[in-house]
């Protein structure tokens, strides 16, 4: 299945976040108290999410939206212009700046900087056999999914992406993703895409299994 042994992409995984975390601590921690300044309350926003044959583990972001967004208007619907999204956390969106604490994630070795985006578990239960095959991997900070179009695609053609992706991974496709990963934040917008997004599912009202989930 892989190009190249899964410790050898484990091991990259680990220097690369440490190195990037090392260089970025300064940013990371005035970053830290201007979310707090913004709008008091926690700086990280953890969630459950499902990894690598469906373990599940606490997935880390900067929050960007007020305390108790999910009990607020809309519920865990969320679109563009919500109000509940701070001002801060707006930016932080449009340029995936939240998404920086996941490296501390792919440091504990839950995810990878590359592969399949951490899903959550009502979605996973929905998958037929060949879309549980995104499990195959760790999930990553970027994916191939991502470079295709972001949120722009379904999440039926995100998920065949992924599955693509377990059946090419290789170092040449990884370094490719991380390139075009930087060209597709840099370009259009497409935090927001079909449908609304979540962080967790609400009862009665489930966006498609699949869906990017930006909503924290």
Not at 140 to 156: C, E, I, P, R, Y
Not at 187 to 206: F, I, K, L, M, V
Request: charge should be neutral; glycine fraction near 10%; proline fraction near 6%.
């Amino acid at each position: 299945m892989f190009n190249y042994l899964p410790s050898v992409k484990r091991i990259l995984d680990f220097v690369v976040a440490l190195g990037i975390l090392t260089l970025l601590t300064p940013f990371l921690a005035a970053l830290a108290l201007a979310i707090y300044l913004d709008n008091p309350g926690p700086i990280f926003y953890v969630h459950e999410r499902v990894g690598r044959y469906g373990k599940p583990f606490p997935f880390y972001k900067f929050r960007t939206m007020v305390v108790g967004a999910d009990r607020i208007g809309r519920g865990y619907e969320i679109d563009r212009n919500d109000a509940r999204i701070t001002r801060l956390g707006g930016f932080l969106r449009r340029w995936h700046i939240d998404e920086l604490p996941q490296l501390l994630n792919v440091l504990k070795g839950e995810m990878s900087l590359i592969g399949p985006r951490p899903t959550l578990a009502y979605q996973v239960a929905q998958y037929s056999a060949h879309q549980r095959r995104r499990l195959e991997l760790l999930p990553g900070l970027t994916g191939l999914a991502q470079v295709k179009g972001l949120n722009a695609l379904t999440w039926q053609e995100r998920i065949e992406w992924d599955v693509y992706y377990v059946d090419h991974c290789s170092l040449a496709l990884d370094l490719e993703i991380l390139l075009r990963t930087f060209g597709a934040i840099a370009g259009e917008d497409n935090t927001y895409g079909h449908g609304w997004e979540s962080s967790q599912a609400t009862p009665g009202a489930r966006p498609a299994p699949g869906t990017e989930n930006r909503c924290d």
